[in-house]
Protein backbone atom coordinates (compact mmCIF):
# COMPACT_ATOMS: atom_id res chain seq x y z
CA UNK A 1 0.00 0.00 0.00
CA UNK A 2 1.27 2.92 -1.11
CA UNK A 3 1.29 6.43 1.31
CA UNK A 4 -0.09 9.29 0.14
CA UNK A 5 2.67 12.14 -0.10
CA UNK A 6 1.67 15.95 -1.20
CA UNK A 7 3.72 15.76 -4.23
CA UNK A 8 2.09 12.58 -5.57
CA UNK A 9 -1.31 13.73 -4.44
CA UNK A 10 -0.48 16.98 -6.45
CA UNK A 11 0.43 14.47 -9.44
CA UNK A 12 -2.82 13.20 -9.59
CA UNK A 13 -5.09 16.83 -9.59
CA UNK A 14 -2.68 17.52 -12.42
CA UNK A 15 -3.11 14.44 -14.37
CA UNK A 16 -7.39 14.95 -13.38
CA UNK A 17 -7.27 18.69 -14.72
CA UNK A 18 -4.52 21.65 -15.14
CA UNK A 19 -7.02 23.75 -13.36
CA UNK A 20 -6.71 22.78 -9.80
CA UNK A 21 -10.21 24.14 -8.75
CA UNK A 22 -11.66 21.62 -11.52
CA UNK A 23 -9.38 18.97 -10.48
CA UNK A 24 -10.45 19.08 -7.00
CA UNK A 25 -13.71 18.52 -8.11
CA UNK A 26 -12.73 15.55 -10.34
CA UNK A 27 -11.05 14.04 -7.69
CA UNK A 28 -14.03 13.84 -5.64
CA UNK A 29 -16.18 12.79 -8.03
CA UNK A 30 -13.68 10.08 -9.01
CA UNK A 31 -13.59 9.16 -5.46
CA UNK A 32 -17.43 9.04 -5.17
CA UNK A 33 -17.45 7.06 -8.32
CA UNK A 34 -14.74 4.40 -5.96
CA UNK A 35 -16.87 4.70 -3.20
CA UNK A 36 -20.53 2.96 -5.27
CA UNK A 37 -18.27 1.10 -7.87
CA UNK A 38 -17.15 -0.53 -4.01
CA UNK A 39 -20.81 -0.75 -2.88
CA UNK A 40 -22.07 -1.87 -5.64
CA UNK A 41 -19.88 -4.81 -5.29
CA UNK A 42 -21.03 -5.86 -1.58
CA UNK A 43 -18.96 -3.37 0.69
CA UNK A 44 -20.70 -1.48 3.32
CA UNK A 45 -20.46 2.65 2.43
CA UNK A 46 -18.31 3.00 6.07
CA UNK A 47 -15.85 0.75 4.44
CA UNK A 48 -15.53 1.79 1.02
CA UNK A 49 -14.54 5.12 1.83
CA UNK A 50 -11.89 3.82 3.70
CA UNK A 51 -11.28 1.99 0.70
CA UNK A 52 -11.88 4.34 -1.78
CA UNK A 53 -9.20 6.59 -0.19
CA UNK A 54 -6.98 3.62 -0.42
CA UNK A 55 -7.58 3.21 -3.82
CA UNK A 56 -6.62 7.47 -4.57
CA UNK A 57 -3.35 6.63 -2.65
CA UNK A 58 -2.26 4.10 -4.68
CA UNK A 59 -3.09 6.04 -8.21
CA UNK A 60 -1.43 8.83 -6.94
CA UNK A 61 1.58 6.29 -5.60
CA UNK A 62 1.78 5.03 -8.84
CA UNK A 63 1.82 8.08 -11.01
CA UNK A 64 4.42 9.73 -8.74
CA UNK A 65 6.38 6.24 -9.46
CA UNK A 66 6.61 6.97 -13.52
CA UNK A 67 3.69 4.09 -14.03
CA UNK A 68 2.33 4.98 -17.43
CA UNK A 69 -1.25 5.45 -17.12
CA UNK A 70 -3.39 6.28 -20.13
CA UNK A 71 -6.72 7.26 -18.68
CA UNK A 72 -7.03 7.65 -15.12
CA UNK A 73 -10.73 6.73 -14.84
CA UNK A 74 -10.36 3.38 -16.35
CA UNK A 75 -7.19 2.56 -14.18
CA UNK A 76 -8.79 3.84 -11.24
CA UNK A 77 -11.67 1.70 -12.01
CA UNK A 78 -8.99 -1.77 -11.90
CA UNK A 79 -7.04 -0.25 -8.79
CA UNK A 80 -10.03 -0.13 -6.90
CA UNK A 81 -11.02 -4.15 -7.85
CA UNK A 82 -7.87 -4.65 -6.69
CA UNK A 83 -8.15 -3.19 -3.26
CA UNK A 84 -11.62 -4.71 -2.86
CA UNK A 85 -10.46 -8.14 -3.29
CA UNK A 86 -7.42 -7.58 -0.97
CA UNK A 87 -10.15 -6.31 1.84
CA UNK A 88 -12.40 -9.81 0.98
CA UNK A 89 -10.00 -11.96 1.23
CA UNK A 90 -8.47 -10.33 4.28
CA UNK A 91 -11.70 -10.40 5.82
CA UNK A 92 -12.36 -14.14 4.92
CA UNK A 93 -8.57 -14.86 6.60
CA UNK A 94 -9.94 -12.81 9.66
CA UNK A 95 -13.29 -15.12 9.56
CA UNK A 96 -11.27 -18.77 9.68
CA UNK A 97 -12.09 -20.25 13.33
CA UNK A 98 -15.29 -17.99 14.37
CA UNK A 99 -18.30 -18.42 14.22
CA UNK A 100 -19.52 -15.37 11.74
CA UNK A 101 -21.23 -17.04 8.65
CA UNK A 102 -18.88 -17.11 5.35
CA UNK A 103 -21.54 -15.80 3.33
CA UNK A 104 -23.81 -12.61 3.83
CA UNK A 105 -26.70 -13.36 6.27
CA UNK A 106 -29.92 -12.35 4.88
CA UNK A 107 -31.14 -8.96 4.74
CA UNK A 108 -32.89 -8.09 8.59
CA UNK A 109 -35.10 -5.29 6.88
CA UNK A 110 -37.17 -5.19 9.69
CA UNK A 111 -34.69 -4.38 12.46
CA UNK A 112 -33.77 -1.27 10.45
CA UNK A 113 -37.33 0.52 10.49
CA UNK A 114 -37.16 1.09 14.10
CA UNK A 115 -34.14 2.94 14.07
CA UNK A 116 -34.44 6.19 15.94
CA UNK A 117 -30.92 7.14 15.54
CA UNK A 118 -31.01 6.75 11.89
CA UNK A 119 -34.14 9.49 11.78
CA UNK A 120 -32.68 11.91 14.23
CA UNK A 121 -29.05 11.38 12.23
CA UNK A 122 -31.47 12.49 9.03
CA UNK A 123 -33.05 15.28 10.62
CA UNK A 124 -29.73 16.59 11.89
CA UNK A 125 -27.56 15.95 8.06
CA UNK A 126 -30.84 17.37 6.81
CA UNK A 127 -30.52 20.55 8.50
CA UNK A 128 -26.67 21.00 8.87
CA UNK A 129 -25.53 19.87 5.46
CA UNK A 130 -27.99 21.73 3.10
CA UNK A 131 -29.36 25.00 2.96
CA UNK A 132 -32.93 25.77 2.11
CA UNK A 133 -32.80 25.71 -1.57
CA UNK A 134 -31.04 22.22 -1.55
CA UNK A 135 -33.67 21.46 1.02
CA UNK A 136 -36.28 22.02 -1.35
CA UNK A 137 -34.68 19.97 -4.08
CA UNK A 138 -34.56 17.59 -2.25
CA UNK A 139 -37.96 17.55 -0.89
CA UNK A 140 -39.23 18.21 -4.37
CA UNK A 141 -37.13 15.69 -6.18
CA UNK A 142 -37.84 12.48 -4.38
CA UNK A 143 -41.00 13.32 -3.14
CA UNK A 144 -42.50 10.50 -5.84
CA UNK A 145 -46.07 10.16 -3.83
CA UNK A 146 -47.04 12.09 -6.87
CA UNK A 147 -46.57 8.38 -8.93
CA UNK A 148 -46.93 9.12 -12.76
CA UNK A 149 -46.69 12.74 -12.22
CA UNK A 150 -43.10 12.01 -10.86
CA UNK A 151 -41.76 13.07 -14.22
CA UNK A 152 -43.47 16.27 -15.05
CA UNK A 153 -43.41 17.31 -11.44
CA UNK A 154 -39.36 17.13 -11.78
CA UNK A 155 -39.42 18.90 -15.09
CA UNK A 156 -41.24 21.79 -13.56
CA UNK A 157 -39.06 21.85 -10.71
CA UNK A 158 -35.79 21.58 -12.98
CA UNK A 159 -37.63 24.58 -15.13
CA UNK A 160 -38.14 26.48 -11.72
CA UNK A 161 -34.34 25.85 -11.26
CA UNK A 162 -33.81 26.62 -14.47
CA UNK A 163 -31.74 23.30 -15.17
CA UNK A 164 -31.91 20.94 -17.65
CA UNK A 165 -33.54 17.66 -16.31
CA UNK A 166 -30.54 15.75 -16.34
CA UNK A 167 -28.55 18.63 -14.36
CA UNK A 168 -31.00 18.39 -11.91
CA UNK A 169 -30.78 14.63 -11.77
CA UNK A 170 -26.97 15.04 -10.89
CA UNK A 171 -27.66 17.57 -8.40
CA UNK A 172 -30.14 15.95 -7.03
CA UNK A 173 -27.76 12.38 -6.47
CA UNK A 174 -25.03 14.76 -5.04
CA UNK A 175 -26.92 15.94 -2.61
CA UNK A 176 -28.23 12.28 -1.43
CA UNK A 177 -24.83 11.19 -1.53
CA UNK A 178 -23.82 13.48 0.67
CA UNK A 179 -26.50 13.32 2.93
CA UNK A 180 -26.41 8.95 3.43
CA UNK A 181 -23.17 9.29 3.63
CA UNK A 182 -23.67 12.06 6.59
CA UNK A 183 -26.44 9.95 8.08
CA UNK A 184 -24.17 6.95 7.86
CA UNK A 185 -21.28 8.38 9.59
CA UNK A 186 -23.83 9.66 12.25
CA UNK A 187 -25.46 6.38 12.42
CA UNK A 188 -21.91 4.80 13.15
CA UNK A 189 -20.97 7.53 15.57
CA UNK A 190 -24.23 7.20 17.50
CA UNK A 191 -24.08 3.62 17.83
CA UNK A 192 -20.43 3.62 18.46
CA UNK A 193 -20.53 -0.07 17.15
CA UNK A 194 -20.76 -1.27 13.49
CA UNK A 195 -24.36 -1.55 12.68
CA UNK A 196 -25.82 -4.27 13.45
CA UNK A 197 -27.17 -5.56 9.93
CA UNK A 198 -23.27 -6.31 8.99
CA UNK A 199 -20.89 -9.25 9.05
CA UNK A 200 -17.09 -9.17 9.34
CA UNK A 201 -17.38 -11.02 5.72
CA UNK A 202 -18.95 -9.16 2.87
CA UNK A 203 -19.38 -10.95 0.09
CA UNK A 204 -17.31 -10.97 -2.95
CA UNK B 1 -26.29 2.78 -22.47
CA UNK B 2 -29.67 1.15 -22.02
CA UNK B 3 -31.94 0.66 -19.00
CA UNK B 4 -31.61 -2.99 -19.34
CA UNK B 5 -28.08 -3.25 -19.00
CA UNK B 6 -27.84 -0.76 -15.66
CA UNK B 7 -30.86 -2.85 -14.20
CA UNK B 8 -28.52 -5.75 -15.06
CA UNK B 9 -25.53 -4.08 -13.53
CA UNK B 10 -27.69 -2.24 -10.31
CA UNK B 11 -29.31 -6.18 -10.11
CA UNK B 12 -25.78 -7.96 -10.32
CA UNK B 13 -26.76 -10.10 -13.16
CA UNK B 14 -23.61 -9.35 -15.29
CA UNK B 15 -20.37 -11.72 -15.68
CA UNK B 16 -17.49 -10.47 -14.53
CA UNK B 17 -15.77 -9.54 -17.87
CA UNK B 18 -19.53 -7.44 -18.70
CA UNK B 19 -19.13 -6.10 -14.84
CA UNK B 20 -15.66 -5.10 -15.29
CA UNK B 21 -16.31 -3.36 -18.75
CA UNK B 22 -19.30 -1.69 -17.29
CA UNK B 23 -17.04 -0.09 -13.89
CA UNK B 24 -14.68 1.30 -16.49
CA UNK B 25 -17.43 2.67 -18.68
CA UNK B 26 -19.40 4.70 -15.46
CA UNK B 27 -15.83 5.39 -13.89
CA UNK B 28 -15.13 7.27 -16.87
CA UNK B 29 -18.94 8.67 -17.68
CA UNK B 30 -20.41 10.88 -15.60
CA UNK B 31 -23.63 10.78 -17.29
CA UNK B 32 -23.52 7.38 -17.02
CA UNK B 33 -22.76 7.13 -13.24
CA UNK B 34 -25.04 9.93 -12.50
CA UNK B 35 -27.78 7.15 -14.32
CA UNK B 36 -26.84 4.74 -12.44
CA UNK B 37 -27.23 6.39 -9.20
CA UNK B 38 -30.45 7.72 -10.07
CA UNK B 39 -32.13 4.60 -10.63
CA UNK B 40 -31.01 2.48 -7.86
CA UNK B 41 -32.34 5.58 -5.91
CA UNK B 42 -35.62 5.07 -7.68
CA UNK B 43 -35.76 1.26 -7.16
CA UNK B 44 -34.69 1.87 -3.35
CA UNK B 45 -37.76 3.92 -2.58
CA UNK B 46 -40.14 2.16 -4.47
CA UNK B 47 -39.16 -1.19 -1.78
CA UNK B 48 -38.68 1.14 0.76
CA UNK B 49 -42.61 2.42 -0.07
CA UNK B 50 -43.63 -1.20 -1.08
CA UNK B 51 -44.16 -0.14 -4.38
CA UNK B 52 -42.01 -2.55 -6.43
CA UNK B 53 -44.01 -5.81 -7.98
CA UNK B 54 -43.01 -9.21 -9.74
CA UNK B 55 -39.86 -10.18 -11.22
CA UNK B 56 -38.65 -6.47 -10.58
CA UNK B 57 -39.01 -7.36 -6.70
CA UNK B 58 -37.72 -10.41 -7.00
CA UNK B 59 -34.29 -9.28 -8.68
CA UNK B 60 -33.93 -6.47 -6.17
CA UNK B 61 -34.28 -8.62 -3.12
CA UNK B 62 -31.92 -11.13 -4.14
CA UNK B 63 -29.55 -7.73 -3.94
CA UNK B 64 -30.44 -6.88 -0.65
CA UNK B 65 -28.85 -10.37 1.31
CA UNK B 66 -25.23 -9.11 -1.17
CA UNK B 67 -24.93 -5.85 -1.05
CA UNK B 68 -24.88 -4.28 2.67
CA UNK B 69 -24.76 -0.68 1.53
CA UNK B 70 -28.17 -1.44 -0.04
CA UNK B 71 -29.79 -2.38 2.86
CA UNK B 72 -28.15 1.06 4.69
CA UNK B 73 -29.85 2.91 1.48
CA UNK B 74 -33.25 0.91 2.05
CA UNK B 75 -32.97 2.35 5.61
CA UNK B 76 -31.87 6.02 4.47
CA UNK B 77 -34.74 5.80 2.45
CA UNK B 78 -37.36 5.31 4.91
CA UNK B 79 -36.46 7.89 7.19
CA UNK B 80 -36.02 10.08 3.89
CA UNK B 81 -39.53 9.74 3.00
CA UNK B 82 -41.00 9.86 6.76
CA UNK B 83 -39.12 13.14 6.73
CA UNK B 84 -40.48 14.36 3.27
CA UNK B 85 -44.14 13.63 4.99
CA UNK B 86 -43.27 14.98 8.08
CA UNK B 87 -42.24 18.36 5.50
CA UNK B 88 -45.11 18.16 3.93
CA UNK B 89 -47.24 18.53 6.98
CA UNK B 90 -45.93 20.03 9.33
CA UNK B 91 -45.12 23.27 7.53
CA UNK B 92 -47.23 22.75 4.43
CA UNK B 93 -43.74 23.00 2.90
CA UNK B 94 -45.32 24.00 -1.33
CA UNK B 95 -42.44 21.98 -2.73
CA UNK B 96 -40.86 23.57 -6.13
CA UNK B 97 -42.19 21.01 -8.31
CA UNK B 98 -45.58 22.07 -6.92
CA UNK B 99 -44.53 25.57 -6.89
CA UNK B 100 -44.07 26.48 -10.28
CA UNK B 101 -46.41 26.06 -13.99
CA UNK B 102 -49.80 27.57 -13.79
CA UNK B 103 -51.64 24.36 -14.07
CA UNK B 104 -50.86 23.21 -10.75
CA UNK B 105 -51.26 26.28 -8.95
CA UNK B 106 -54.87 26.39 -10.45
CA UNK B 107 -55.30 22.59 -9.54
CA UNK B 108 -53.52 23.59 -5.67
CA UNK B 109 -56.10 26.27 -5.76
CA UNK B 110 -59.06 23.21 -5.33
CA UNK B 111 -57.04 20.61 -2.83
CA UNK B 112 -58.63 20.76 0.50
CA UNK B 113 -55.46 21.32 1.73
CA UNK B 114 -54.86 24.74 0.42
CA UNK B 115 -55.39 27.71 2.22
CA UNK B 116 -56.99 29.21 -0.81
CA UNK B 117 -59.54 26.35 -1.01
CA UNK B 118 -60.11 26.89 2.41
CA UNK B 119 -61.02 30.33 2.65
CA UNK B 120 -62.78 29.62 -0.61
CA UNK B 121 -64.97 27.41 1.45
CA UNK B 122 -65.37 29.15 4.55
CA UNK B 123 -66.71 32.26 2.39
CA UNK B 124 -68.92 30.17 0.50
CA UNK B 125 -70.67 28.98 3.99
CA UNK B 126 -70.87 31.81 5.33
CA UNK B 127 -72.63 33.79 1.84
CA UNK B 128 -75.21 30.73 2.36
CA UNK B 129 -75.50 31.09 5.96
CA UNK B 130 -76.62 34.90 5.28
CA UNK B 131 -78.76 33.81 2.07
CA UNK B 132 -80.52 31.39 4.48
CA UNK B 133 -80.87 33.90 7.19
CA UNK B 134 -82.53 36.27 4.10
CA UNK B 135 -84.67 33.81 2.37
CA UNK B 136 -85.83 32.88 5.76
CA UNK B 137 -87.09 36.68 6.55
CA UNK B 138 -88.29 36.88 3.24
CA UNK B 139 -90.35 33.75 3.46
CA UNK B 140 -91.99 34.75 6.65
CA UNK B 141 -93.04 38.46 5.28
CA UNK B 142 -94.37 36.48 2.28
CA UNK B 143 -96.48 34.30 4.84
CA UNK B 144 -97.30 37.20 6.91
CA UNK B 145 -98.19 39.51 3.44
CA UNK B 146 -100.73 36.26 2.52
CA UNK B 147 -102.38 36.14 5.79
CA UNK B 148 -102.76 39.83 5.72
CA UNK B 149 -104.38 39.42 2.72
CA UNK B 150 -106.40 36.62 3.49
CA UNK B 151 -107.80 38.74 5.88
CA UNK B 152 -108.65 41.98 3.79
CA UNK B 153 -110.74 39.33 1.42
CA UNK B 154 -112.18 38.42 4.56
CA UNK B 155 -112.92 42.14 5.78
CA UNK B 156 -114.23 42.67 2.14
CA UNK B 157 -116.53 39.91 2.11
CA UNK B 158 -117.94 41.39 5.49
CA UNK B 159 -118.38 44.84 4.33
CA UNK B 160 -119.71 43.94 1.01
CA UNK B 161 -122.23 41.55 2.60
CA UNK B 162 -122.86 44.53 5.32
CA UNK B 163 -123.74 47.37 2.54
CA UNK B 164 -125.64 44.81 0.76
CA UNK B 165 -127.64 44.58 3.83
CA UNK B 166 -127.68 48.40 4.58
CA UNK B 167 -128.55 48.81 0.93
CA UNK B 168 -131.20 46.14 1.07
CA UNK B 169 -132.46 47.75 4.81
CA UNK B 170 -132.60 51.00 3.01
CA UNK B 171 -134.65 49.97 0.08
CA UNK B 172 -137.01 49.00 3.08
CA UNK B 173 -137.10 52.27 4.07
CA UNK B 174 -137.52 53.94 1.13
CA UNK B 175 -140.56 52.34 0.85
CA UNK B 176 -141.69 52.83 4.39
CA UNK B 177 -140.77 56.61 3.38
CA UNK B 178 -142.54 56.62 -0.15
CA UNK B 179 -145.52 54.97 1.74
CA UNK B 180 -145.71 57.49 4.61
CA UNK B 181 -145.22 60.07 1.67
CA UNK B 182 -147.87 59.15 0.40
CA UNK B 183 -149.90 59.13 2.84
CA UNK B 184 -148.79 62.61 3.80
CA UNK B 185 -150.07 63.42 1.05
CA UNK B 186 -153.54 61.32 1.09
CA UNK B 187 -153.63 63.26 4.43
CA UNK B 188 -153.38 66.88 3.18
CA UNK B 189 -155.72 65.90 0.44
CA UNK B 190 -158.26 65.00 3.12
CA UNK B 191 -157.54 68.20 4.59
CA UNK B 192 -157.81 70.13 2.19
CA UNK B 193 -161.04 68.51 1.32
CA UNK B 194 -161.98 69.20 4.94
CA UNK B 195 -161.67 72.16 5.00
CA UNK B 196 -163.85 73.04 1.71
CA UNK B 197 -166.25 70.73 2.78
CA UNK B 198 -168.32 69.84 5.95
CA UNK B 199 -166.68 67.08 8.38
CA UNK B 200 -166.94 64.00 7.66
CA UNK B 201 -165.44 61.89 10.27
CA UNK B 202 -164.65 58.91 8.83
CA UNK B 203 -163.15 60.38 5.89
CA UNK B 204 -159.91 61.60 8.09
CA UNK B 205 -159.29 58.06 9.51
CA UNK B 206 -156.70 56.15 8.68
CA UNK B 207 -156.80 53.33 6.29
CA UNK B 208 -153.70 51.68 7.65
CA UNK B 209 -152.92 50.11 11.19
CA UNK B 210 -149.56 48.88 12.21
CA UNK B 211 -148.44 46.40 14.75
CA UNK B 212 -145.07 44.68 15.63
CA UNK B 213 -145.15 41.71 17.18
CA UNK B 214 -142.67 39.74 19.31
CA UNK B 215 -142.89 35.80 20.32
CA UNK B 216 -144.99 35.14 23.07
CA UNK B 217 -142.94 33.91 25.35
CA UNK B 218 -140.09 36.84 24.87
CA UNK B 219 -137.48 36.87 27.02
CA UNK B 220 -139.03 34.52 29.62
CA UNK B 221 -141.26 37.14 30.94
CA UNK B 222 -144.76 37.06 31.06
CA UNK B 223 -146.78 36.97 27.90
CA UNK B 224 -147.06 40.36 26.35
CA UNK B 225 -150.46 40.62 24.43
CA UNK B 226 -150.48 43.75 22.14
CA UNK B 227 -153.85 45.67 21.87
CA UNK B 228 -154.74 46.86 18.74
CA UNK B 229 -157.92 49.52 18.49
CA UNK B 230 -159.14 49.70 14.75
CA UNK B 231 -160.84 52.50 13.73
CA UNK B 232 -163.82 51.68 11.25
CA UNK B 233 -161.80 53.17 8.24
CA UNK B 234 -158.86 50.73 8.71
CA UNK B 235 -158.59 48.47 5.68
CA UNK B 236 -155.37 46.82 6.63
CA UNK B 237 -153.09 45.98 9.63
CA UNK B 238 -149.09 46.57 8.03
CA UNK B 239 -147.62 43.76 10.47
CA UNK B 240 -144.02 43.04 11.09
CA UNK B 241 -143.00 39.97 13.22
CA UNK B 242 -139.87 39.57 14.85
CA UNK B 243 -138.60 36.28 14.80
CA UNK B 244 -135.88 34.68 17.29
CA UNK B 245 -133.86 31.57 16.70
CA UNK B 246 -134.45 30.37 13.18
CA UNK B 247 -131.89 30.50 11.10
CA UNK B 248 -134.56 29.84 7.74
CA UNK B 249 -134.94 32.21 4.90
CA UNK B 250 -138.69 31.53 3.78
CA UNK B 251 -142.01 30.93 6.34
CA UNK B 252 -145.49 30.50 5.88
CA UNK B 253 -148.36 32.17 8.68
CA UNK B 254 -151.47 31.03 9.81
CA UNK B 255 -154.03 33.52 11.99
CA UNK B 256 -156.00 32.23 14.30
CA UNK B 257 -155.34 28.53 12.05
CA UNK B 258 -155.91 29.91 9.50
CA UNK B 259 -153.18 30.48 6.36
CA UNK B 260 -152.81 33.94 5.09
CA UNK B 261 -149.07 34.34 3.92
CA UNK B 262 -146.30 31.96 2.16
CA UNK B 263 -143.14 31.97 1.49
CA UNK B 264 -142.70 35.13 3.26
CA UNK B 265 -138.80 35.81 3.01
CA UNK B 266 -137.07 36.49 6.53
CA UNK B 267 -135.05 39.42 6.46
CA UNK B 268 -131.98 40.13 8.46
CA UNK B 269 -131.52 43.84 9.60
CA UNK B 270 -129.33 45.21 12.65
CA UNK B 271 -128.88 41.51 13.65
CA UNK B 272 -132.25 40.73 14.08
CA UNK B 273 -134.86 38.86 11.96
CA UNK B 274 -137.88 39.69 10.74
CA UNK B 275 -140.85 39.03 8.35
CA UNK B 276 -143.20 41.91 7.18
CA UNK B 277 -146.67 41.29 6.06
CA UNK B 278 -150.17 42.88 5.31
CA UNK B 279 -153.53 41.71 7.25
CA UNK B 280 -156.86 42.98 5.82
CA UNK B 281 -158.37 44.24 9.32
CA UNK B 282 -161.61 41.67 7.91
CA UNK B 283 -159.38 38.58 8.89
CA UNK B 284 -158.90 39.73 12.52
CA UNK B 285 -161.42 39.01 15.31
CA UNK B 286 -162.59 41.20 18.53
CA UNK B 287 -160.60 39.93 21.13
CA UNK B 288 -157.76 37.67 20.92
CA UNK B 289 -155.62 36.72 17.56
CA UNK B 290 -152.47 34.04 17.56
CA UNK B 291 -150.50 34.68 14.72
CA UNK B 292 -148.44 31.52 13.95
CA UNK B 293 -145.14 30.75 11.88
CA UNK B 294 -144.08 27.99 10.07
CA UNK B 295 -140.91 26.54 8.13
CA UNK B 296 -141.05 25.40 4.51
CA UNK B 297 -141.77 21.52 6.44
CA UNK B 298 -144.33 22.85 8.41
CA UNK B 299 -143.09 22.99 11.89
CA UNK B 300 -144.36 26.08 13.83
CA UNK B 301 -141.14 28.28 14.46
CA UNK B 302 -143.10 31.02 16.55
CA UNK B 303 -146.21 32.46 17.62
CA UNK B 304 -147.30 35.50 18.25
CA UNK B 305 -150.86 37.11 20.11
CA UNK B 306 -152.23 40.37 20.28
CA UNK B 307 -155.89 42.13 21.18
CA UNK B 308 -158.18 43.42 18.74
CA UNK B 309 -160.78 46.34 19.69
CA UNK B 310 -162.86 47.86 17.00
CA UNK B 311 -163.83 51.01 18.00
CA UNK B 312 -166.20 53.89 15.97
CA UNK B 313 -163.38 56.33 17.02
CA UNK B 314 -160.01 56.16 15.39
CA UNK B 315 -157.30 55.34 18.50
CA UNK B 316 -154.61 53.25 19.66
CA UNK B 317 -153.35 52.67 23.02
CA UNK B 318 -149.77 53.51 24.17
CA UNK B 319 -148.89 50.12 24.91
CA UNK B 320 -147.12 49.59 20.96
CA UNK B 321 -149.31 50.21 18.36
CA UNK B 322 -148.94 53.02 16.26
CA UNK B 323 -150.67 54.00 12.61
Redesign the interface.
Known sequence: MSALTASSFQMLLERLDPDPSVAAEKYE??RI??V??L??R????SH?DDLADTTLDRIAGKLAAGELVE?V??F???V??FVWLEHSRKNKADAVGDDLPET????D?GS??G?EP??RC??RC?AAKFDDDDQ?????????D?GEKTKN??K??A???GLSL?AL??R??RL??R??SC??DCVNAVTNSP?A???KQ??V | MNETQIDQ??F?EMTDAER?QF??D???D??L??????RE??LV??YA?GQLRGAELSRF?KT?????????????A???????AD??VESK?I???????IL?RIAQLFTFRSPAFQFAAVALIAVLAVSSVLLLRENRRLGSLELELAQSRQRETDLTTQIEDQQEASSDLTADLDAERERVRQLEATIANVRQTPADPHSTAPTIATLILSPVSFRGGPPLVKRLDLEPAVSRISTILNLFATNVDRVSVRLNGDMIAEGLEVRTRNNERSVSLTIPSGKVKDGRNDLSVFDSSGKQLEEFSFSVSRQKRSSMDSTGSNQ
Open positions: DLKIHLCWGCLEANNAAAGARPVQAILDDRMMRFRLVLGYYDTAARRLESLNKVACRILEINSDTTEA | FLDEEKFIADDFYELADNADAKEIATMAARRQKIANKKLQELIERTTLAEHSGP
